[in-house]
């Protein structure tokens, strides 16, 4: 299964050149690496990048994060999936930009978001 992260560009920067990261401010604030599923992340985008442009969506295989990936109940009871280890730049199937237009987040086609 994908799942689904948004990073900044300097947060994707940050991951390409050190190999790892502990995520955004708030994934450090939290203790883990927040993800989306397809059905969610189009919600966090509005809900938590809502105007902001020069984001990247990265796609992450579960089967690779094994055991430290949890799926926990958050927004609505819905099921989230939290990475509690850094994220490795070898986690991440492909990353594409995430641009905005007309202030809307315009996601690859054929993900299901």
């Known amino acids: 299964m994908l799942i689904f992260k948004i990073f900044r560009a300097n ?3 940050e991951l390409r050149s050190n190999g790892q990261t502990n995520g955004a ?4 604030a939290d203790g ?9 992340a189009a919600e966090t985008a509005a809900k ?9 969506l990265l796609g992450v295989e579960t089967d690779t994060l ?3 990936l949890k799926w926990e109940t958050s927004r609505g009871g819905a099921l989230f999936p939290h990475l509690f280890r850094e994220l490795r730049i070898s986690d991440v ?3 594409q930009p995430l641009p905005l ?3 809307t987040h315009q996601f690859p086609a054929g993900l299901g978001i």
């Open 32 to 40: 883990f690496v927040h993800f989306s599923t397809a059905e969610q």
């Open 101 to 103: 237009v007309d202030d």
């Open 25 to 28: 401010p708030v994934d450090i």
């Open 11 to 13: 947060e994707w920067a």
């Open 66 to 68: 094994g055991d430290d």
């Open 48 to 56: 938590h990048f809502a105007g902001a442009d020069d984001l990247f």
């Open 93 to 95: 199937s492909w990353a």
